[in-house]
């Protein structure tokens, strides 16, 4: 049944809040970042999984997507999605799929970070002779996630089978600097991008040296997208791969992303019952609609209650959530039973997949319905 038109606090709890007018000025400004930059945006699905979302990140162009499981390109290939790269290490098992993919789209790319994928790909015959396989290397900056290290001999000769392959081309070389994450302020994003960046685009003239083209130069990380460096560190880097702008969380405020009136995903919960004795309230908000992500991380608890700064989310179990005073004593009479809360989540892609629809809003009524594709 759908709640278009209702009222927010007549939405079954908990729900997962989307701002429409913040979602809107987020892309925008993202948009017209990488256009200033003169860099191509590439915008990240993995934060929303949704069509709609995905027609404000790219302008309803429909073109030019990352993905990080083919769960979602096959959903974006079925909403008219082209130019789609599959920003995951790739592995065997995938083959297939991916295959198919790329039969059916006009340009889809995959990332690759080891030499055994690289000969499997090689050894891979593909439905279609006419297509190749779209190669990017995943290369690690600094990030000691994934990736093959930038100034390592390994990669270049992946770089080099890569290229001899006949079933295959190379396109480029692709980045996620999470470390970006662990920055406090614009400056220090900026500072540590620069140099994260700098590796990127040495690692790219090393490959041109070898006389092997590389067309794409993509880095991502919300962080260092929203708070790129100066002009100069930029020379090289062909596209930006930012995901989690569209929704913003606490972490990117805290990172300083983004202010707090960046944020349009928020969880709405109601209190539900009242504790006068231990001092603390009960709302229906578990872990399974917000995430452990936060542990740890905020004063706060496990989030920031909007507009209450004194609200702390203690512990939670599966579906509830224990919530106290930060300072002194809990005023019950602020908090009626059957009132709603809103929740700032500290990471918004974790958050999001916890939810089977997004409620839509411009106000305080319902305007849309989002559902967000699920699976790998």
């Not at 920055?183 to 041109?208: H, M, N, Q, T, Y």
Request: aromatic share 8%.
């Amino acid at each position: 049944m759908s709640s278009i038109g209702k009222k927010l606090d007549e939405l079954s709890t908990p729900s997962f809040l989307i701002h429409s007018d913040t979602v809107k000025r987020n892309c925008v400004r993202m948009k017209e970042l990488c256009d200033a930059l003169g860099v191509n945006l590439r915008p990240h699905m993995k934060t929303h999984k949704t069509v709609e979302a995905g027609l404000l990140m790219t302008s309803n162009s429909r073109r030019r997507i990352v993905v990080s499981t083919l769960a979602e390109a096959w959903f974006f290939f079925e909403n008219g999605f082209d130019d789609i790269t599959y920003a995951y290490p790739l592995s065997s098992d995938k083959l297939p799929r991916c295959a198919e993919l790329l039969n059916k789209l006009e340009l889809f790319h995959i990332t690759v970070d080891n030499m055994k994928i690289i000969d499997a790909l090689g050894d891979y015959v593909l439905p279609n002779p006419s297509k190749k396989w779209s190669v990017l290397l995943m290369v690690d900056c600094g990030n000691k996630r994934d990736g093959v290290p930038y100034n390592s001999d390994e990669a270049l000769k992946m770089v080099e089978k890569i290229s001899s392959l006949t079933n295959a081309e190379f396109s480029g070389i692709y980045t996620h600097y999470g470390a970006s994450y662990q920055c406090r302020g614009a400056d220090e994003i900026k500072s540590v991008s620069s140099v994260a960046w700098g590796k990127l685009i040495d690692f790219a003239k090393r490959i041109r040296e070898k006389g092997i083209e590389c067309k794409d130069v993509g880095i991502g990380a919300t962080p260092t997208c929203s708070q790129p460096p100066e002009q100069k560190h930029i020379e090289g880097i062909t596209e930006f791969h930012p995901g989690n702008y569209v929704f913003n969380d606490v972490s990117q405020v805290n990172i300083g992303s983004c202010k707090e009136t960046d944020i349009a995903g928020k969880v709405l919960t109601r209190v539900i019952s009242h504790y006068p004795d231990t001092g603390h309230m009960l709302i229906d908000c578990g872990w399974l609609a917000l995430t452990l992500d936060s542990l740890g991380k905020l004063p706060t608890g496990y989030c920031v209650f909007e507009g209450e700064p004194n609200l702390k989310l203690l512990t939670m179990t599966q579906e509830l959530g224990k919530v106290v005073a930060l300072d002194g004593k809990l005023d019950f009479s602020k908090y009626p039973i059957g009132s709603t809360l809103k929740i700032l989540p500290n990471h918004a892609c974790a958050t999001a997949a916890m939810h089977p629809v997004y409620y839509v809003h411009d106000g305080e009524r319902v305007t849309d319905e989002w559902r967000p594709v699920r699976g790998w």
